[in-house]
Each structure stands twice: as C-alpha cells, then as structure tokens.
C-alpha cells in the first residue's frame, strides 16, 4: 500500500474526529474576521484592510519562525513522551498582537501547511490539525483582548485567559477528539494511554485523570512559558513590526 492510500485510509477511520476539528478550524476563521470587522469600524479605519501588505510581511516572517521552532521540540517529565513541548505558538501570539486576531490564526495555519509540506503526516491529517485548533485556542482569545484594547495591563489580561484557553481547550480535545482518534488510527485501546500516564504519574488511572494531571498541566506551562516570552519581548519588537519609533503603552 503506498502512502497516499494509507492516508485516505487513516481519514476514513476517523473521519468523524477529522470533520469535527475542520469545523473548529473554519470557527477560529470566522471569529476572527468577525472581530477584525468590528474592531475597525469601531476605530473609523474602513480602508483598513484584512491583509495589508504589512500584515502579510508580519505573517510569512513569523509563520516561518514558528515552523522552525516547531522542530525544536522536546517532552516534559509529567507528560507522555509523545507529547512534546515546543515554542511555535509563541511567534502566532506575538504576529497577533502585531497585526490583529486574524493574522495570528493565519500563522498556525501557515506553519502547519508547512509542517505537512516539508515532513508530511503520520495521522491522516488529524494530528496536526487539532495541534492548529489547540494554538488556535491559545492565540484567538488573547489577541482579540489584546485587538480591542491596546495596554500592557490588557497584553497581561489576554495572556492569562490564553493560558486558561489553552489548558483547557487542549484537556477538551484530548479527551473527546484526539485520544480517541489516535487510538482508532494507530489500532489500539485508548486505555494503552492511560497505562503510559500511568507509568509516570501513578495517580493516572483513566482519561479524566489522565487529562487533568498530564494534558492539562502541559498545556499549562506551555500558555505560561509562552505568554511570559511573548509579554517580555513585545515591547522591544513592536515599534519595528509596526513601521514606527514608538512604543506601546
């Protein structure tokens, strides 16, 4: 069997996990078009536009970056190792407050079209898909914070609920989407999981624990490494992404 049958084959026998992470992608799409519009209107800027040709320089730059540290990744000691921990939404994050909502979900896009270009998928597509809607999860809600409200009081605020999205966006999938369409791709019992938690952390004893003391805390420290990185070094970079000499407030 070659490989492209072998990933029609894989998306077949998870198609509904697959379907159901599509539709969570086009939702991160439109919310974020929805709120680039309102934010626009709301400042009086309507020859702004969605795509300028900054924005599009901000994207490719930092869609490129966030691919090549999404090689450089590595497991933490409280998670399975199949988890592994990198820093590519830390570049979406700060493309999105450079350059809106939107541009920050078109990074996680980009740089997962370039993961799947350049590597290829092992997954039928549903891996890295679902690690876009997790980035998703992080970036959305804390550049949109951050969109309608430009301080470093409200750069902190979005951080913080990112880092909750995150966390509990990642803990969500795992346990209804992801563990369960891993276990039908790679044929096996999703308790197999469970047992690698458990070899680490003998408190994993099923999926919900399994979620709270190895899912959720990953994606914790990853929202808190990530943010802390993200509010340090904005401040430095954000007269050059923004084409001027002055800093943000």
């Known amino acids: ?38 934010a626009v209107k709301k400042e009086g800027k309507q020859d702004e536009r969605l795509l300028s ?54 990074i996680e896009f980009i740089k997962i079209l370039l993961k799947i270009v ?12 679902a690690n876009f809607v997790v980035g998703a999860a992080f970036v959305v809600p804390a550049t949109i914070i951050y969109r309608l409200r430009k301080t470093r009081k409200t750069a902190l605020i979005s951080c913080i609920v990112g880092t909750l999205c995150i966390t509990l966006a990642g803990s969500f999938l795992n346990a209804f989407f992801l563990l369960p369409a891993y276990a039908i791709i790679y044929g096996c019992d999703i308790n197999a999981f469970v047992e690698m938690g458990t070899s680490i952390n ?20 990853k929202g808190i490494v990530d943010s802390v990185i993200t509010f340090v070094l904005y401040k430095h970079i954000s007269p050059i992404l923004k084409g001027n000499s002055h800093r943000t407030k």
Not at 72 to 83: I, N
Not at 118 to 128: C, D, M
Request: hydrophobic residues 60%.
């Open 118 to 129: 350049i590597k290829g998928t092992s997954s039928g597509f549903v891996g890295e898909i």
């Open 1 to 38: 069997m070659n490989e492209k049958q072998s990933i029609f084959e894989t998306i077949a026998q998870s198609w509904q996990y697959f379907a159901a992470l599509i539709i969570l992608v086009a939702i991160a799409f439109v919310i974020t078009i929805a709120v680039e519009k309102v």
């Open 202 to 221: 003998p408190a994993i004893t099923n999926i919900t624990t399994f979620c709270l003391l190895a899912v959720a805390p990953f994606n914790l420290v």
């Open 53 to 106: 040709v900054r924005k599009m320089a901000i994207i490719g730059v930092f869609s490129a970056v966030s691919f090549v540290l999404m090689l450089l990744e590595f497991p933490l000691p409280f998670a399975p190792s199949f988890y592994k921990f990198d820093f590519s939404d830390m570049p979406a994050l700060v493309g999105g407050f450079a350059a809106g909502p939107f541009a920050g979900v078109m």
